[in-house]
T-cell receptor
């Protein structure tokens, strides 16, 4: 079956530009997560959706970062006025129910963002 | 402040031998632990997990051990195969935040034929 799909796989932008990263979760998965992975580091939590509700956005680094999931399926992570420190791999994950402890999160292959 | 630590950036073992990857944590609220495997240019893939009410969980060649008093867990791979060569991430969740995963920095495992 189809896994988590992210697009684009690679994105290069100039400092100051806005970018939008897309995530298609596994069909039927209620929970959706965004993580940021800097070079040589583990993924770091950004935000969590249950259906269309954004229940936790405590990991978003600044108000330049915005995520949405308007219909409870596809999600978009938007970064405004990008900075060089935003360069990272952005990973999306989904799970069938975030409240059930033994449901693992399934990750997409990520979007590698490079800010010049 | 790194709450999940993987102190070995890399590990090299011979095919057929045991691989032992280690992970330490500092947050006593963590009560569920997972291991993910990651190949280059791909996302992490779930491997195995363990609840804090257990001290061992086994799935085929993979076994995870948890020592709560030492705040330490380890992943054993027996026997190791060249296809196991990847970066392994340890991750943890707490009951108060049942969805947010906290990851270590990862250990690069190389299994030599």
């Amino acid at each position: 079956g189809a896994g988590v799909s992210q697009s684009p796989r690679y994105k290069v932008a100039k400092r100051g530009q806005d970018v939008a990263l897309r995530c298609d979760p596994i069909s039927g998965h209620v929970s959706l997560f965004w993580y940021q992975q800097a070079l040589g580091q583990g993924p770091e939590f950004l935000t969590y959706f249950q259906n269309e509700a954004q229940l936790d956005k405590s990991g978003l680094p600044s108000d330049r970062f915005f995520a949405e999931r308007p219909e409870g399926s596809v999600s978009t992570l938007k970064i405004q006025r990008t900075q060089q420190e935003d360069s990272a791999v952005y990973l999306c994950a989904s799970s069938s129910w975030g409240g059930v402890r033994n449901q693992p999160q399934h990750f997409g292959d990520g979007t590698r963002l490079s800010i010049l | 402040d790194q709450q999940v630590k993987q102190n070995s950036p890399s590990l090299s073992v011979q095919e057929g031998r045991i691989s032992i990857l280690n992970c330490d944590y500092t947050n006593s609220m963590f009560d569920y632990f997972l291991w993910y495997k990651k190949y280059p240019a791909e996302g992490p893939t779930f491997l195995i997990s363990i609840s804090s009410i257990k001290d061992k969980n086994e799935d085929g060649r993979f076994t995870v051990f948890l020592n709560k008093s030492a705040k330490h867990l380890s992943l054993h791979i027996v026997p190791s195969q060249p296809g196991d060569s990847a970066v392994y991430f340890c991750a943890a969740k707490s009951g108060g935040s049942n969805y947010k995963l906290t990851f270590g920095k990862g250990t690069l495992l190389t299994v030599n034929p």
